[in-house]
């Protein structure tokens, strides 16, 4: 008899599946598979999302982002036997479904394929769909891992085919666990080996209780953009700064344009735009809209390494900054903070977005922020003083003149 057994994610209590800081929102699925004697033959922790592009009864193309993935059952899901190998299988939704199969051979187990399916005749994730009925999309993964070690790829892995682009980062799967115990060796995809080879080695000495940071150079501009079906969605130009505190260490970072990779997704209601690059897991700018007619930023997530190879996560889902009416720009010359939390700020520098509404692939016309405002209380207060001492000027000249009449009245 196969069972299942699954335990919860660190750090989110005691529930089975539990919201995590994220781009988007997203669930961390853990889950850990035990056979007949309750010993675990297959261990997976990871997050995903799915977003998939499908044609309208008028002919226009709709995109729509799976990241609400719902109670998860795991029919299915098999620790392997003599001709069929281990295999996880989610059931979430609407008629979706997420399958992973996994061989072994010799020394090696490999992460074989994976399947993902969806079913249009659900209105209400796929309104006017032209096209009714189940789809389903696999791609050949054929990751190598040794027998005994765990596949670890805390970076973003993006696989894309038939309409269908499937996310996965923070990933942990070990199959055909060994004697029931998961293993602790560590075998790392391409991307987090990559981001391992260039983290400096740092002495092991107790930091400091002070948190001054050395003061950084202006960061250099940069420009992002989005794309979906119906071209450009989603405007951003900024230099940025990182202020982060980590073990009483602050550190100050600026984000290189040139090194930084962007991506992102345009809904009616909300925008995101992802940044992320060799030390940066992904730094999220994410807007929504509010009254029907401003935007504002409304969330910031952010997951990087730091110089000693511990990872940095903060997330925050009630923000209000940089708020514009829709159809216009935001735009804010002067430097600017966005506070995520005590120990994560971020600070702008000639920062203009339109995550709405971009025509053409331009800015609209920009609404200033308070910090530009600034710039004209100089010549408001000039024209303030001008005006106290004229009206000083003429109660002094009226005072005077009847003084004057008074003393005439004496004779």
């Not at 199969?101 to 992460?111: R, V």
């Not at 209400?124 to 790829?153: Q, W, Y």
């Not at 110089?307 to 430097?335: H, Q, R, T």
Request: a negative charge; hydrophobic letters at 40%; one cysteine or more.
């Amino acid at each position: 008899m196969v069972c299942f057994r699954l335990a919860p994610v660190p750090g989110s209590g005691l529930l089975l599946l539990c919201l995590v800081l994220g781009a988007v929102s997203s669930y961390a699925l853990e889950l850990n598979l035990t056979d007949s004697e309750n010993a675990t033959c297959l261990y997976a922790k990871w997050q995903m999302n799915f977003t998939i592009r499908y044609e309208t009864t008028d002919k226009h193309n709709k995109t729509v982002t799976i990241s609400d993935l719902g109670p998860a059952t795991y029919s299915g899901s098999s620790c392997g036997d003599d001709q069929n190998g281990p295999k996880i299988a989610v059931q979430f939704g609407s008629g979706f479904s997420w399958i992973v199969n996994f061989t072994e051979e010799k020394s090696f187990y490999s992460i074989d394929s994976i399947s993902f399916s969806y079913n249009t005749n659900d209105n209400t994730t796929f309104p006017d769909a032209k096209e009714k009925g189940v789809f389903i999309v696999s791609d050949h993964v054929a990751f190598r891992v040794p027998l005994n070690d765990i596949f670890r790829c805390n970076s973003l892995l993006t696989l894309g085919k038939n309409d269908v682009v499937q996310h996965y980062w923070d990933v942990h799967v070990q199959a055909f666990v060994q004697n029931g115990t998961v293993s602790t060796k560590e075998f790392l995809c391409d991307k987090d080996k990559t981001l391992t080879t260039v983290l400096p080695i740092v002495p092991t000495t107790v930091p400091s209780p002070t948190t001054t940071p050395s003061p950084k150079e202006k960061p250099e501009v940069g420009s992002y953009s989005v794309v979906n079906s119906n071209g450009t969605c989603l405007l951003a130009t900024m230099g940025l700064q990182l202020n982060i505190t980590h073990d009483k260490v602050a550190s100050v970072i600026n984000i290189n344009p040139n090194t930084t990779n962007f991506t992102g997704s345009c809904h009616p209601q909300t925008a995101l735009l992802r940044l992320s690059s060799s030390s940066i897991k992904y730094l999220d700018f994410v807007f929504a809209v509010k009254n029907e007619n401003r935007f504002y930023l409304k969330e910031v997530n952010v997951s990087m390494y730091l110089v000693n190879g511990s990872v940095f996560s903060i997330a925050n889902n009630n923000l209000s900054y940089w708020d514009a009416p829709l159809g216009s720009s935001y735009m804010c010359n002067k430097e600017q903070t966005v506070s995520v939390s005590g120990a994560f700020q971020i600070n702008t520098f000639d920062l203009r977005v339109q995550p709405f509404n971009v025509m053409e692939g331009k800015y609209s016309t920009a609404q200033d922020c308070s910090a530009d405002d600034d710039n004209f209380l100089v010549p408001i207060a000039v024209g303030a003083a001008l005006a106290g001492v004229l009206i000083l000027v003429l109660l002094a000249y009226f005072i005077g003149l009847k003084r004057h009449h008074a003393g005439y009245e004496q004779f």
